[in-house]
């Protein structure tokens, strides 16, 4: 089911200094009718400054900006703009790179191998619930949790880490969000609004303290609190 808001186009924002690049998307948002590229900013210091205005539905950033890094923006924009979905579309595939990004609040990571056009299905991903991450990111984020797993001591003398405290309806969207369900499908299985389903997904990051659905989905797992 379709929710109201689809039938406005996706705003987008990009941050983003290679020129080659921005006019590759501009081409391909003037073909797309559910999307609309509203600003198209060069440098660290627009973006932050643009935080001052309207958010945008999506803000798509590059890392390498000319006068600093893109990570200040993701987390500027995290703070301000909450409810916006921040992707990262950058050459820096290594791992400090990607875990400060999901740290700071980037929802999203793909790598600029992708096409503007898979660019473009990715961001409808984002903006309906999902995260998008190239194929080699996904796997050096799942080695590195693999690696922290298994480095941990079977120290049964530890003490357990405290679980956190999910009300009934945060449980039952962080299973929701498990299975693989977007924001909509889960707000129409639980007869609530896309809005209300984000607002505990924002609860459940923050209980958690996480900042991604991977992250999110690790940690639980972690504390017992989804099944095998």
């Not at 089911?1 to 186009?9: F, I, L, Q, T, V």
């Not at 992708?114 to 796997?139: D, K, M, N, V």
Request: glycine content about 6%; hydrophobic content about 40%.
């Amino acid at each position: 089911m379709r929710s109201e808001n689809d039938s406005m186009p996706i705003r987008v924002i990009l941050v983003e200094d290679d020129v080659t690049f921005q006019q590759a998307l501009r081409h391909t948002f003037s073909t797309a009718t559910d999307m609309q590229l509203v600003a198209v900013l060069s440098t660290r210091a627009e973006g932050l400054k643009m935080l001052n205005q309207a958010p945008a539905d999506v803000l798509l950033v590059d890392l390498g900006l000319p006068d600093g890094s893109g990570i200040d923006v993701i987390r500027a924009a995290h703070s301000k703009w909450p409810e916006c979905n921040i992707m990262v579309s950058t050459a820096f595939g290594d791992e400090m790179h990607v875990m400060q990004s999901l740290e700071a609040g980037a929802t999203g990571y793909l790598l600029k191998d992708s096409s503007t056009a898979s660019i473009a299905s990715e961001i409808r991903s984002l903006h309906q619930g999902g995260s998008p991450i190239s194929p080699l990111i996904a796997r050096q984020i799942l080695m590195r949790f693999r690696h922290e797993d298994t480095s941990q001591p079977l120290a049964a003398t530890s003490p357990s880490p405290s679980r956190a405290r999910l009300s009934a309806r945060e449980q039952q969207v962080l299973e929701y969000i498990t299975k693989g369900f977007n924001s909509d499908e889960i707000a129409e299985l639980m007869g609530v609004s896309r809005h209300t389903v984000l607002t505990f997904v924002r609860r459940i990051y923050k209980k958690l303290e996480v900042s991604s659905k991977t992250e999110a989905i690790y940690e639980a797992r972690s504390q017992g609190l989804l099944g095998a």
